[in-house]
């Protein structure tokens, strides 16, 4: 067979799997396939295991190795365990869980693995959102702490993501020395310990309701006009897509007394996400029923969080009668929450310190113009919330500078330091308080965003993904990126010329931690981003445009005729 595995060895890995799988239902998966001999299916099950990468591991749900479930969850948690207790004496851990299928199944199964091993686990009675994780780690002052979700991923999918004492997801060197105890880590050494057993001795508690409290408190605190937002008559619609946010968002919105509808078939916490194909606000069918439910009530804005309520999708009119809405891209988002930020900050002279904005490298360019034109400093991390999250620690205690704004194109916010990943939560509070702020002064967001191309440029970009499932995707997905590193300066490439390449995985090119990413810019100005995804089995490639000249109608167009041929040379 591929891989280097035999048919025996692969029976070997399922039957090992069988003795030590708890729950019938993943257990039987890999029964049936046996008895059935059904080779290729359980090829793909075993032919690898899900790895601990840079902040924990996602898959699909299922039986196997190459899949995630309870044995592979207990596996996971037996290394963290055994890492956090070769560091401290007295560790902790706080758990949270999403909508997903198995996801409070799964983060039970972790807390009592954690508990068998002398832990202390603080695990959450019902869903919450990734941003109230990381601030309960904090709050409560955890060695660590977990979310179960898979983020955006489609309903298949389910992750496990771990956090350090700062609240961020774990960054070296605790992530790999996590990795190398999770691969030491057999079936038979993994602790075990009944709920019971883990409440009776003071190891197994639920996370107190006031954290759910201080966190309102802090988003509240985070508004400059608060008092006027309830009182400019805003109205917003918003859908939680079946997730986590819809308890936090629709509560601290009631307390500034704005009105909010809901799109009532996707409120209800449901892991086969019914209602839409993939429960991504940047995919237009997930914000589909949001925006028919805006153009009913003539909806201000639009708002969509994700299943953990990190990712935060907007849409805004685009008639004056609201009878048609635009879906905004992350970078247009990213725009114009700094803008308003950065605006209101220099207003109402908020802060005397330097604003820094923090952005990934694959969001727009114009993030850091608007940044630099309002006096601020703007810096680039890798694609990763945790990398924006150890700019917002490093700045704390800085004279010069404090923490403005993160963003990521892929639909990721925060304007809070006291959160070290993105929050759709309070960036949706502050989208509503952005755009209660333009309504008094009768200027629609889609003005604004005018306003902001006309001072600047024209900045446009497009994202293009390709999946690749499987093992023999994984190697399609190695020789495209070999393809592109074989690349020279001064080839064509789409019908230009390459002007410079870096690859981020070669310590002299770069000034980040070594990554699996090439970056070619070529000689009509234009940017291209090659970069295997780190939670999906695909390959992104983003492309960055700018004009100082075109008009709005003739840009788009010369985007698009780009575009169409640089997918033909992919």
């Excluded at 309870?70 to 902790?92: C, E, F, H, W």
């Excluded at 060695?143 to 774990?170: F, L």
């Excluded at 020395?177 to 030491?184: E, N, P, Y």
């Excluded at 009119?317 to 992350?330: I, R």
């Amino acid at each position: 067979m591929k891989n280097g595995f035999d048919k025996e060895e692969i029976i070997r890995k399922a039957s090992e799997y069988i003795e030590y799988e708890t729950v019938d239902a993943f257990r039987n998966e890999v029964a049936t396939a046996l008895d059935e001999n059904a080779m290729d299916d359980l090829y793909e099950r075993f032919y690898t295991s899900l790895s601990f990468g840079t902040a924990g591991m996602r898959g699909v749900i299922g039986g196997g190795t190459n899949r995630i479930n309870p044995l592979m969850v207990r596996k996971v948690t037996q290394g963290l365990s055994d890492y956090l207790n070769s560091r401290i004496s007295a560790a902790s851990v706080v758990i949270a869980f999403d909508s997903r299928n198995y996801s409070g199944l799964f983060a039970e199964t972790a807390a009592l693995n954690l508990c068998a091993n002398g832990v202390k686990v603080y695990l959450y009675d019902s869903l919450r959102p990734v941003p109230l994780l990381s601030y309960a780690v904090q709050y409560l002052k955890a060695t660590a702490g977990i979310v179960i979700t898979a983020s955006h991923n489609p309903s298949k999918y389910n992750g496990y993501k771990v956090y350090w004492s700062d609240g961020g997801q774990v960054t070296p060197p605790h992530d790999v020395q996590i990795a190398a105890k999770v691969d030491s880590v057999s079936p038979s050494s993994i602790a075990v310990m009944s709920r019971d057993r883990a409440v009776a001795d003071g190891l197994l508690l639920s996370v107190p309701a006031r954290v759910d409290e201080s966190y309102d408190e802090i988003v509240l605190a985070s508004l400059a006009r608060k008092e006027s937002i309830g009182e400019s008559g805003i109205s917003v619609t918003y859908t939680p897509l079946h997730g986590s946010g819809n308890i936090p968002v629709r509560r601290i919105l009631e307390k500034l007394k704005v009105t909010c509808h809901t799109v009532e078939s996707q409120i209800e916490p449901d892991g086969d996400f019914p209602t839409v194909s993939m429960p991504n606000p940047e995919d237009p069918d997930a914000m589909r029923l949001a925006i028919e439910k805006a153009k009913e009530v003539k909806a201000d804005i639009v708002l969509g969080t994700d299943p953990d309520a990190d990712r935060l999708g907007i849409a805004i009119p685009s008639s004056a009668d609201k009878s048609e809405y635009m879906l905004l891209t992350g970078n247009q988002i990213a725009v114009l929450l700094v803008d308003y930020l950065l605006t209101r900050n220099a207003e109402l002279s908020l802060e005397s310190k330097r604003p820094l904005v923090v952005k990934s490298f694959v969001t727009t360019d114009l993030v850091r113009a608007i940044t630099e034109e309002h006096g601020g400093r703007c810096a680039d991390v890798l694609t990763g919330f945790k990398y924006i999250a150890e700019k917002i620690v490093e700045v704390h205690n800085s004279e010069d500078d404090f923490y403005l704004f993160g963003c990521e194109e892929s639909f990721g916010y925060n304007s809070l330091s006291e959160i070290k990943d993105k929050d759709a939560v309070s960036s949706a509070v502050l989208a509503v308080e952005m755009m209660s702020f333009y309504k008094e002064k009768g200027i629609t967001l889609q003005n604004r965003l005018e306003q902001i191309y006309k001072k600047y440029g024209m900045y446009t970009e497009r994202v293009l993904s390709f999946s690749y499932e499987g093992a023999s995707g994984k190697e399609k997905m190695d020789q495209i990126m070999a393809h592109f590193r074989s690349m020279k300066v001064s080839h064509q490439f789409a019908g230009t010329t390459i002007d410079s390449i870096r690859d981020l995985l070669d310590p002299e090119q770069t000034e980040f931690p070594s990554s699996n990413v090439i970056i070619i810019t070529f000689s009509n100005g234009e940017k291209m981003v090659v970069r295997p995804s780190g939670t999906e089995p695909k390959i992104k490639y983003y492309f960055f445009f700018t004009s100082t000249s075109r008009e709005s109608a003739e840009f788009e167009t010369y985007v698009n005729d780009r575009l169409a041929v640089y997918k033909a040379a992919l």
